[in-house]
């Protein structure tokens, strides 16, 4: 079994920024790819960014240029700096990771989730 465990959300006003952070622990073997996805209210849950193993970094189009993904493959960690924050980046935002266990089996788990507002 793996945990995520977030922290940065918050409150900020539009143009502000925040970093959120996640960090896995359990029973991995090695990382694939790491990711952050959001839910607005009434709306579908949706990627926001992912990196994989090797850096290589894929951003959903609302945010390219004003998120940042980063991992540290040392301590299973990744994080998202969200500058020029928007009132419609509001959402609850979830870390997702993919990942080997030591069992050899491929699995996803996902963090509670960690709100983030940003007000007009």
């Known amino acids: 079994q793996v945990q995520l465990v977030e922290s940065g959300g918050g409150l900020v006003q539009a143009g502000g920024s925040l970093r959120l952070s996640c960090a896995a622990s359990?029973?991995?073997?090695?990382?694939?790819?790491m990711g952050w996805h959001r839910q607005a209210p009434g709306k579908q849950r949706e990627l926001v960014a992912v990196?994989?193993?090797?850096?290589?970094?894929n951003y959903a189009g609302s945010v390219k240029g004003r998120f940042t993904i980063s991992r540290d493959n040392a301590k299973n960690t990744v994080s998202l700096q969200m500058n020029s924050l928007k009132p419609e980046d509001t959402a609850v935002y979830y870390c997702?990771?993919?990942?080997?266990?030591?069992?050899?089996?491929?699995?996803?788990?996902w963090g509670q989730g960690t709100q983030v507002t940003v007000s007009s």
């Open positions: 997702k990771v993919d990942y080997w266990n030591t069992a050899g089996r491929s699995m996803d788990a």
């Open positions: 359990g029973n991995i073997f090695t990382i694939n790819h």
């Open positions: 990196i994989s193993s090797g850096g290589s970094t």
